[in-house]
T-cell receptor, first 119, second 109 residues
Framework: GAVVSQHPSWVICKSGTSVKIECRSL??????MFWYRQFPKQSLMLMAT?????????EQGVEKDKFLINHASLTLSTLTVTSAHPEDSSFYIC???????????????FGPGTRLTVL | KQEVTQIPAALSVPEGENLVLNCSFT??????LQWFRQDPGKGLTSLLL?????REQTSGRLNASLDKSSGRSTLYIAASQPGDSATYLC????????FGTGTSLTVIP
């Protein structure tokens, strides 16, 4: 089956630093990748939708200048948390959809997540 | 390793019917369980979150239950509407997220 990886799986950083999280589709090409986050004891919430070669679409309330998303290829999307603060500590998870036009084109495959702790 | 299964894989019902979607998981050591809705080409929309210490949550026409000991959760949708047509996913959180296989729901007008 389709596999999505994330790196790193967990990261601890100091306040004010930037953190980059990678999301890769290992054995398929993904035109669309989604980024989610989950704060402790809260639901997983969609942050942004990322399409290869174009600007990401952010959900309301998500600062696009703080959460930079780059989808440079059909197998890689990155989320950079700029000038991270303790309130950004969360679980970040990505998902990838198969290339449109094929079977199961709407199926999302999820990465294992990245736990970010900002001190 | 946690395994999450959803039954049925697909369901088609006439408008107005009440329906139940099932989710089962193999490891009861979870922090919470969530139900999501997925529309074609869109990201997930969170419907209900049940903490491991809770037994159910309700939101409008939706009610979700959790029985950790048996590794089961159900999502009850009352008075279904065509707009409820979507794929419904459950996910449990342990050390990471584990998503179910999904149930594709079609509500026929």
């Amino acid at each position: 089956g389709a596999v999505v990886s994330q790196h790193p799986s967990w990261v601890i950083c100091k306040s004010g630093t930037s953190v980059k999280i990678e999301c890769r589709s290992l054995d398929f090409q993904a035109t669309t990748m989604f980024w989610y986050r989950q704060f402790p004891k809260q639901s997983l919430m969609l942050m942004a939708t990322s399409n290869e070669g174009s600007k990401a679409t952010y959900e309301q309330g998500v600062e696009k200048d703080k959460f930079l998303i780059n989808h440079a290829s059909l197998t890689l999307s990155t989320l950079t948390v700029t000038s991270a603060h303790p309130e950004d500590s969360s679980f970040y998870i990505c998902s990838a959809s198969l290339l449109a036009g094929g079977p199961g084109e709407d199926t999302q495959y999820f990465g294992p997540g990245t736990r970010l702790t900002v001190l | 390793k946690q395994e999450v299964t959803q039954i049925p894989a697909a369901l088609s019902v006439p408008e107005g019917e009440n329906l139940v979607l099932n989710c089962s998981f193999t490891d009861s050591a979870i922090y919470n369980l969530q139900w999501f809705r997925q529309d074609p080409g869109k990201g997930l929309t969170s419907l209900l979150l049940i903490q491991s210490s809770q037994r159910e949550q309700t939101s409008g026409r939706l009610n979700a239950s959790l029985d950790k000991s048996s590794g089961r959760s159900t999502l009850y949708i009352a008075a279904s509407q065509p707009g409820d047509s979507a794929t419904y996913l459950c996910a449990v959180t342990g050390n990471q997220f584990y998503f179910g296989t999904g149930t594709s729901l079609t509500v026929i007008p």
